[in-house]
């Protein structure tokens, strides 16, 4: 038997009672003891609507405290929580659906109408809204909390996240108890985090970020999130002034840093601000710590392995680097072919194993197989290096993938529906430096001889196929795809040859 993140937030609510977890401006807050009863009470209704120890619980709703509490419900019954991007379309979540075969899908009360098909014997159907909405609180208003918590081992599955592949189908990644558990501890005492901390919350929390960092970490030590709906920049420097802890992406700070009013002032109040999932330019930490006096912590992490490396919390945090393996992480650079440690300070494959690191990926052993190495470590990936002073640099990838706005694209998933387009030959999906995103997703098209083909005609044919975010920003014409003599296409000749694409552009939000 072994401790959930269930466990240690109902063991926290007996400290922490009627102190604040969730804070949102304008509405009341919503303290320890009402949400852990909140809790039980839909852990009654999962039990009741067939929900059992190992059944997965398929979720995609809007972000409220409820979506929270509806995870914590999912481990305290053994259920195995699969959030899914807001964004994902009809064909997206057929696929999910299928694969996962879940005992419950929750979905927004508005998209109910379209979902109720999909129950049958096996599945359940209901919906949870951001008011206190939805049949799945109607349920809950009406059930006797439940008290008693499934035991599970450590190494049974906690929850599922699909996340795209360089070949193939998406692969749902199983995280145990033991990976949230750990890691949450780990970052727990890394960053320092008590229940004094005021955690701005504006993450989504369907990835490991906005869910198992950030809202494991509060449940756990006893924080208060201010929980905010999305990204706005001025929100947030409002929200600075009672709060101690940021945790973003990096154009979370690409924004902050085009806002006047962000200066040593505006953050006095706060301790710390934490970026990951994406490269934060070491521009970018510079200039924060000259406005502000913070330097921001980068840390790096991945679906797979929850937070692999980390800034120190005390000692230089290093602009450019994501800093050491948190403890108990074994992380080495090794051979991209053979798995061979390299001599420090060389470029290599990225390798990691320990008690982060997760199961496999869900019903794909063989995928799982090739991922790992036999002595256990996972290959993520990912190129780095180690300094002479033991930081870790990613220098670049070894997968084909675009990171925009900290949201992962696969390329081989968009190309193979462009050149699904009538009139297109064949496409490279790149990914290329874009001011607020990090990187845009650009599509390079190569239309057919003789067919008339426009970019918008290709944009317009992805619509409602792709979630919105997958969707090329801008799709480039192009005669032909530069190829090296094994016929493989050159994107990264592409990328140089498309580098300022986007130079002038403005943020989404005032695109
Ligand atoms: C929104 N849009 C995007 C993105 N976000 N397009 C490309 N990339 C994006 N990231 C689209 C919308 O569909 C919309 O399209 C338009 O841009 C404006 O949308 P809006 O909602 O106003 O955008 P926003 O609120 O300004 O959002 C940008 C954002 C957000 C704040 C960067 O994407 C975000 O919160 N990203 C965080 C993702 C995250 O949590 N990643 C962690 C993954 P239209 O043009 O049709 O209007 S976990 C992970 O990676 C690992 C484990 C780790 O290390 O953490
Ligand atoms: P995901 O599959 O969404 O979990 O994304 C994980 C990937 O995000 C990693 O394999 C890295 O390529 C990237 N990533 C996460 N954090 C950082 C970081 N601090 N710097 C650079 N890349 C990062």
Not at 309 to 318: K, M, Q, V, W
Not at 344 to 372: C, D, H, L
Not at 437 to 445: K, S
Not at 470 to 480: G, H, T
Request: proline share 6%; hydrophobic share 45%.
């Amino acid at each position: 038997m072994s401790t959930t993140i269930f466990d240690l937030f109902a063991h926290r609510c007996q400290e922490t009672g009627g102190k604040p977890l969730f804070e949102r401006p304008g509405l009341p807050p919503i303290d320890f003891e009402a949400a852990l009863l909140a809790t039980r009470r839909l852990a009654r209704v999962l039990v009741d609507l067939g929900v059992t120890p190992g059944d997965r619980v398929a979720v995609q709703v809007e972000k409220s405290p409820e979506a929270v509490l509806l995870y914590l419900a999912c481990l305290q019954v053994g259920g195995v929580f699969l959030p899914l991007n807001t964004a994902y379309t009809g064909a997206e979540i057929d696929y999910f659906l299928g694969d996962a075969e879940p005992r419950l899908f929750v979905c927004r009360p508005e998209t109910i109408a379209g979902h109720v098909s999909r129950a049958s014997g096996t599945l359940a159907v209901e919906s949870l809204g951001t008011a206190r909405d939805g049949s799945l609180m109607d349920r809950a208003a009406a059930a006797a909390p439940l008290c008693e918590a499934v035991l599970r081992e450590a190494d049974d599955a906690a929850a599922i996240l699909y996340t795209s592949g360089t070949t193939g189908r998406s692969k749902g990644a199983v995280l145990t108890h033991r990976n949230l558990v750990s890691n949450c501890l780990s970052l727990i005492e890394a960053w320092r985090f008590t229940a004094d901390d005021r955690l701005i919350h504006a993450l989504p929390i369907f990835h490991t970020h906005g869910l198992f960092v950030a809202c494991n970490m509060a449940l756990v030590a006893g924080a208060t999130m201010i929980f905010l709906t999305r990204f706005d920049t001025d929100e947030i420097i409002n929200e600075m002034g009672d709060a101690t802890v940021l945790m973003g992406v990096p154009t979370f700070y690409t924004r902050l840093l085009q806002s006047p009013r962000l200066d040593a002032q505006s953050t006095a109040a706060m301790r710390l601000f934490v970026a990951g999932s994406a490269p934060l330019l070491a521009e970018h930490h510079t200039e924060f710590a000259a406005r502000t006096g913070h330097a921001i912590l980068e840390r790096y992490g991945m679906t797979e392995t929850c937070m692999i490396a980390s800034n120190p919390y005390d000692g230089e945090r290093r602009p450019g680097a994501v800093g050491m393996p948190l403890p108990g992480v074994d992380l080495r650079i090794a051979d991209r072919d053979t798995g061979a440690p390299l001599p420090q300070g060389e470029i290599g494959a990225i390798e990691v194993r320990g008690p982060n690191v997760f199961a496999g990926y869900w019903r794909m052993p063989e995928k799982t197989r090739s991922e790992f190495r036999t002595d256990g470590y996972f290959i993520t990936g990912d190129l780095g290096r180690i300094d002479a002073d033991g930081y870790l640099h990613i220098v670049g990838r070894d997968k084909d993938l675009v990171i925009s706005g900290g949201y992962n694209v696969y390329p081989k998933e968009i190309e193979a529906l462009i050149d699904e387009v009538p009139g297109v030959l064949e496409s490279a999906v790149i990914g290329l430096p874009h001011p607020d995103l990090g990187e845009a997703v650009t599509a390079i098209v190569v239309p057919r001889p003789g067919a008339r083909l426009e970019a918008a005609q290709v944009i317009a044919a992805l619509a409602g196929k792709l979630a919105r975010y997958k969707q090329p920003r801008r799709v480039v014409l192009a005669p032909d795809l530069p190829r090296n003599v094994m016929g493989k296409v050159q994107k990264a000749q592409l990328r140089t040859t498309h580098s300022n694409l986007y130079a002038q552009t403005e943020p989404l939000a005032q695109a």
